[in-house]
Nanobody
Framework: VQLQASGGGLVQSGGSLRLSCEAA????????MGWFRQARGKERELVAG????????YYADAVKGRFTISRDNAKNTVTLQMNTLEPEDTAVYYC???????????????????WGQGTLVTVSS
């Protein structure tokens, strides 16, 4: 199983970035997906999660109204559209997959079995 994340980079405050994660060798629609981030000196946190079919989503309070998570099960991809970025969004972002037998968002990081390599997002003020 491989999760390949891409789309990170340097952007000015107020700008946008789109992160993508492609899964290989995974029964994609049997997994809930999540985007986590880890800033320097801080714990890894769930930014956004999406259920197996995409019908249910979750957002951390800090990103509600600015980030949108979506998935395309035909293409085995999950995307995080990030708008109105702030310096506080600077972090390494990881996509992750959690096996789920039912339609739900998975929140605890320890329930995620597979992780991408991380992509750095830097927001300058």
């Amino acid at each position: 199983v491989q999760l390949q994340a891409s789309g990170g980079g340097l952007v000015q405050s107020g700008g946008s970035l789109r992160l993508s994660c492609e899964a290989a060798r995974l029964n994609f629609d049997t997994y809930a997906m999540g985007w986590f981030r880890q800033a320097r000196g801080k714990e890894r946190e769930l930014v956004a999660g999406i259920s197996n079919s995409g019908g249910t989503t979750y957002y951390a309070d800090a990103v509600k109204g600015r980030f949108t998570i979506s998935r395309d099960n035909a293409k085995n991809t999950v995307t995080l559209q990030m708008n109105t970025l702030e310096p506080e969004d600077t972090a390494v972002y990881y996509c992750a997959a959690a096996r789920s037998r039912r339609e739900q968002v998975i929140r605890p990081h320890y329930q995620y079995r597979y992780w991408g390599q991380g992509t750095l997002v830097t927001v300058s003020s």
